[in-house]
């Protein structure tokens, strides 16, 4: 395992330590399936993320299922994308350019797709109120579990949700 560990200490006013370290991700996707009735390979995803590695994550986990997935890397890239057709889109609440509850705005005056945010759990308090009046039914934590993706296109979709 790769990594490093840093500190950086000011007298009376305290520590900061910092730890990274390299981890593969887990992609395995096979103890999790899609509720009944829900057909992955007939729903098409976008997901909106400035984090190359993140978008390429989310479409691993997604195309296991079967789910067609497009990427957008801006808030500004998925609203040229809208219309496309998608029944999810998954906007991470930090964004370059527009954010993601602006981009979530416009996508939402759309209302032709299903609208879930992604970001932690402490963002999601910070912004709950206003992603649910833009339009977001959905939040899902990051870092992407499958379980959780299943779950929020079930629930966008109205499928029963019983995915543990």
């Known amino acids: 395992m790769n990594g490093s560990i840093r500190v950086q200490s000011d007298s009376g006013k305290g520590s900061t330590f910092t730890v990274d370290i390299e981890l593969e991700r887990d992609v395995d996707a096979a103890s999790v399936v899609p509720p009944e009735g829900m057909k992955p390979s007939a729903l098409r995803l976008l997901v909106v993320d400035g984090d190359e590695e993140s978008r390429r994550h989310f479409a691993a986990i997604a195309g296991h299922f079967g789910f067609t997935v497009d990427q957008a890397s801006s808030g500004e890239q998925a ?27 416009k996508l939402g005056c759309a209302k032709k797709s299903h609208l879930a945010m992604m970001g932690s759990f402490r963002e999601w308090n910070t912004i709950d109120r206003e992603a649910r009046c833009a339009g977001i039914s959905h939040f899902v934590t990051t870092p992407l579990f499958p379980s959780a993706l299943l779950k929020a296109v079930a629930e966008a979709l109205g499928k029963a949700a019983s995915i543990a």
């Open 79 to 105: 609203l040229e994308m809208a219309g496309n057709g998608h029944d999810v889109v998954f906007i991470h609440c930090r964004l370059p350019g527009i954010d993601g509850l602006e981009t979530a705005k």
